[in-house]
C-alpha cells in the first residue's frame, strides 16, 4: 500500500511559504506547478514518560485545521496563536491593538503582508476631545462601606465576569452587588435568546446585553 509523502499546497499570496519553499527547492523543480509548498510527512516519538523505554512513532502531515475571524469578532477572546491578516490599507490603531492583543505572548503573534504603521488618532477627534475633558472631571472614589446605600451618591459596579450564568448565583447573593446603583458586565458569554428571567438579579431590570 502506497502512502503520501508529500501534500502539496497552494498559499493565496507569496510571503506565506516562502523559507519552506526555498528549503524544498529541489522538490519544486520537479512539480509541475511553480509556487506551491511542499509539505512531507513528519515522524515524531511519542512516550508516555521522558525516561520510559517504550513509545509510539507518530507519522503525519504537520497541517492543522484552521478558522479566521474578523477582528471585532475576537474582540474580548484570548488565543494561543495568532495570525494577522493585514489588509493593503493601513489599520486603525484600535484594530490593531485589538488584533495584536488576542495572542498570549509576542512569539506566538505572526503578522501576515506588510506591515503600515496606523495613523494616530485626529487632534480633534472624539477620542482626543473626550480625553481633555477627563483632565477636567475630578472622579471622588470612595471603597468603604460599598454594602451601604447612600441617597446622595450611585455606585457603579463594573464587572469582567467571563460568564454571567456560571456566576450568576454568587452576584445574586453578594451584598456589595445588590447595595449598587448599576451594574455592568463585560464578556457575559450572554445571547440574544437569554432574558430578563435568565439573567435576573434582585432589585435590577435587564437594559441591554
Known sequence: MKRPLIAWIEFDNEITGSKLRGRRSHLIEQHSEQGWTAIEVSTRLIKPRPDSTIGALCRKFPLAPAEAVTIHKSQGQTYHSVVVYLPAIA???YLMYVACSRAVTAERLYLIRTYRRPNPPPADGPLACELSRLETVVLEASFRFLHKRRAYLYQFMFHNIQSIRR?????????????????????????????EQDLGIPGFALVTH
Open 91 to 93: 489599520l486603525t490603531c
Open 167 to 195: 456566576h450568576l448565583a454568587l452576584v445574586q447573593q453578594d451584598e456589595v452587588y445588590l447595595a449598587s446603583d448599576f451594574l455592568l458586565f463585560a464578556e457575559t458569554w450572554s445571547s440574544i435568546a437569554d432574558n
